[in-house]
Structures are given as structure tokens and as C-alpha cells.
């Protein structure tokens, strides 16, 4: 089985700042990594995620993820956030197992960002 | 194009009823999931079809819950005799088949339902 553990259920920041959301997994065997971001009232959308590769993974709007298999982590990194960027944010794992994956995704507990002005 | 949809959006029931959620995926999708999200568990994976069929149904709390999937297209997630516990708001997600297990899960507005 997989498990996620997001380090932080808040995260408050001033406009312009980084931001780091940290996400750690527990898998017995190979996965791939997504960040989902759930802005207010709105559905879950996939932000970045990890196949293979390069381990770091870049987002359309700025925001990075580096894939650090030792550590067992897939943190978030933002140089400079927007007020538009306050959502929760939900770290995601799903097994690399071939056809008997599913994909079946299993969250961590989510990350609310919040950008204050 | 059109993205996943669910119906109805928000649904209040008293305990002890049935009740029934939709979810149309997108055309082509046929990998289709149910999630639930509440406070107390965050998202948690419910069940997944491949098609018509479900091969991982490991996420369904109780016998209560069932779920089909008809044409390939349409799924409906039934909860019988429904509990407080119940209370939730249920995701639905469709993709491109997953052969490996990497393909984009695409999430619909969610099914808010609340037991009285």
C-alpha cells in the first residue's frame, strides 16, 4: 500500500514570496507523483506531475516539483506566488506497476496556501 | 470540449435513505474513478472501472455502497440506508485507459451530500 503525508495543512505567505509545500511517500514499490490543485469552489486539477525522467517537473504557471527518490519526497516550490495562487493543494501517488495499476491515486490530507497582499 | 460532470451538485437527505449519484465522463474516457473528500479522512479512492467493469471496487466502506457503469459511458454510485458518516462530497474521475498508470485524472465539480 502507498501513503502520503503532507507536512503542512497551512501555509500563509505574502504576495511575491517563495513558498515550499512539502510531501513525503511510503511505497513498497515504484510510483508516480502528482500535485492536484483545488482553487476555491472549483474542482481538482492536476498542477505537475512525475512519470520518469528529469526529476524535477515544472507546472505552466511557475510552480516546480524535484522528485527525490531517497528522501521519498515531491515537494512543491514556487519562487514568487500570486494572490491567485490561494488554493489547497493535494500531493498525490499512484503505483508504476503495469497493467495491474489502475491508477488508483491516494492523496495526502492537502495544503492550504494562503497569499496575503 | 466538455469535462466531467456530476449531478446533482448538492443532494440533503434524512438517514435511512437511498441515494443515488451521477457521473458522465469524457467522451472517449473509459477509465472512470469515485472519490470521496470529507473533513474527517480528506480524498479517498472509492472505486475504479475499466470499461463496464470494476476491477478494484477496495475503497467502498460498506455494502452499502455499490456502483455500476452502463455503455461504457455513465456511472451512478448508490448509497443505501444512508449514515451521518455518509456525508461527503463524492468525486468522480474519468481518463484515457490506464495502462501503466500515469495517464491524467480528470475530476468533476464533486456531489456534495449531506445526511440529516
Known amino acids: 500500500a502507498q501513503s502520503v503525508t503532507q507536512l503542512d495543512s497551512q501555509v500563509p505567505v505574502f504576495e511575491e514570496a517563495p513558498v515550499e509545500l512539502r510531501c513525503n511517500y511510503s511505497?513498497?514499490?515504484?510510483?508516480?507523483l502528482f500535485w492536484y490543485v483545488q482553487y476555491p469552489n472549483q474542482g481538482l486539477q492536476l498542477l505537475l506531475k512525475?512519470?520518469?525522467?528529469?526529476?524535477l517537473v515544472e507546472s505552466i504557471n511557475g510552480f516546480e516539483a524535484e522528485f527525490n527518490k531517497s528522501q521519498t519526497s515531491f515537494h512543491l516550490r514556487k519562487p514568487s506566488v500570486h494572490i491567485s495562487d490561494t488554493a489547497e493543494y493535494f500531493c498525490?501517488?499512484?503505483?508504476?506497476?503495469?497493467?495491474?495499476?489502475?491508477?488508483?491515486?491516494?492523496f495526502g490530507q492537502g495544503t492550504i496556501l494562503t497569499v496575503h497582499p | 470540449g466538455a469535462g466531467v460532470s456530476q449531478s446533482p451538485s448538492n443532494k440533503v437527505t434524512e438517514k435511512g435513505k437511498d441515494v443515488e449519484l451521477r457521473c458522465d465522463p469524457i467522451?472517449?474516457?473509459?477509465?472512470l474513478y469515485w472519490y470521496r473528500q470529507s473533513l474527517g479522512q480528506g480524498l479517498e479512492f472509492l472505486i475504479y472501472?475499466?470499461?463496464?467493469?470494476?476491477?478494484?471496487k477496495s475503497g467502498l466502506p460498506s455494502d452499502r455502497f455499490s456502483a455500476e457503469r452502463t455503455g461504457g459511458s455513465v456511472s451512478t454510485l448508490t448509497i443505501q440506508r444512508t449514515q451521518q458518516e455518509d456525508s461527503a462530497v463524492y468525486l468522480c474521475?474519468?481518463?484515457?485507459?490506464?495502462?501503466?498508470?500515469?495517464?491524467?485524472?480528470?475530476f468533476g465539480p464533486g456531489t456534495r451530500l449531506t445526511v440529516t
Open positions: 512525475y512519470l520518469s525522467g528529469s526529476t
Open positions: 474521475a474519468s481518463s484515457l485507459a490506464q495502462l501503466a498508470g500515469g495517464n491524467e485524472q480528470y
Open positions: 498525490a501517488v499512484t503505483r508504476n506497476a503495469g497493467g495491474t495499476s489502475y491508477g488508483k491515486l491516494t
Open positions: 511505497s513498497s514499490v515504484s510510483v508516480y
Open positions: 472501472f475499466q470499461g463496464n467493469s470494476a476491477p478494484d
Open positions: 467522451s472517449g474516457h473509459t477509465a
